[in-house]
């Protein structure tokens, strides 16, 4: 099941990864009841212009807040020459729909640095060129 942006609609190349990423839910509304306790993932590809996640289901009442940027993600995780920390928008989730099973989220970076961004584009170049 694929909810949101079709996910071939890219801009950037992406670099298959097996990165480990902390993230948490956030949203512009102080005490919206948005879950802020960190959560693990995996970071299956990268670009300069997000990210794929592999991680738990997000609570089902939440899944229209992310889609619509209503709900934002925070996240850290390691690059090569040291951590990255984002805040991104979900453009799209996936999943099996069974109840528990790990999603797929498309994250689009909203909130990064040009040094980051420059760092992402250094990581994926060096990927694939060394």
């Known amino acids: 099941m694929l909810v949101g942006l079709d996910k071939q609609e890219r801009l950037f190349f992406r670099l ?6 902390s993230y948490r839910f956030i949203q512009e509304e102080p005490g919206s009841g948005v879950d802020r306790v960190p959560c693990t993932g995996m970071v299956e590809n990268l670009s300069s212009g997000g990210l794929l996640l592999r991680t738990e289901e997000p609570p089902l009442e939440m899944v229209g807040d992310l889609l619509s940027g209503r709900v934002a993600v925070a996240f850290h ?3 090569p020459d040291g951590p990255l920390d984002a805040l991104a928008r979900v453009v799209w989730i996936e999943g099996e729909g069974r109840l528990g099973s790990d999603v797929c989220m ?3 970076f909203q909130e ?3 040094r980051d961004r420059d760092r992402v584009i250094r990581t994926v170049i060096q990927a694939f060129s060394g």
């Open 16 to 21: 298959p990864t097996a990165l480990q990423a």
């Open 77 to 79: 995780l390691e690059l």
């Open 106 to 108: 498309g994250l689009e």
């Open 112 to 114: 990064i640095t040009s």
